[in-house]
Nanobody, 120 residues
């Protein structure tokens, strides 16, 4: 089994910054894709940022130029640096990982979510 543990959420003023962390723990051979989605109340879960392979990164249109995803592959970690935060960034942020296990079986995993609130 694999667990994704997020940290770093909280309350921040508009224009501020936060850094989210996600640690993947358990039966992991490799992590093919790792990243973040978010869900605001009453809305669908949307892509924030994904990191795949060596250097491929994908961002949601609303966060391009403000958010940066990075990974520490040796430690199965992912980070999301969020700058110039806006009230519309308020949501629960979920870590996501596409994990390949020692059996070469692939499974998708989600973290429990961390709340980010942008408000003055």
């Amino acid at each position: 089994q694999v667990q994704l543990v997020e940290s770093g959420g909280g309350l921040v003023q508009p224009g501020g910054s936060l850094r989210l962390s996600c640690a993947a723990k358990g039966n992991i051979f490799s992590i093919l894709t790792m990243g973040w989605y978010r869900q605001a109340p009453g809305k669908q879960r949307d892509l924030v940022a994904l990191s795949s392979g060596g250097s491929s990164k994908t961002y949601g249109d609303s966060v391009k130029g403000r958010f940066t995803i990075s990974r520490d592959n040796a430690n199965n970690m992912a980070y999301l640096q969020m700058n110039s935060l806006k009230p519309e960034d308020t949501a629960v942020y979920y870590c996501y990982a596409d994990v390949q296990r020692a059996t070469l079986q692939r499974e998708n995993y989600w973290g429990q979510g961390t709340q980010v609130t942008v408000s003055s």
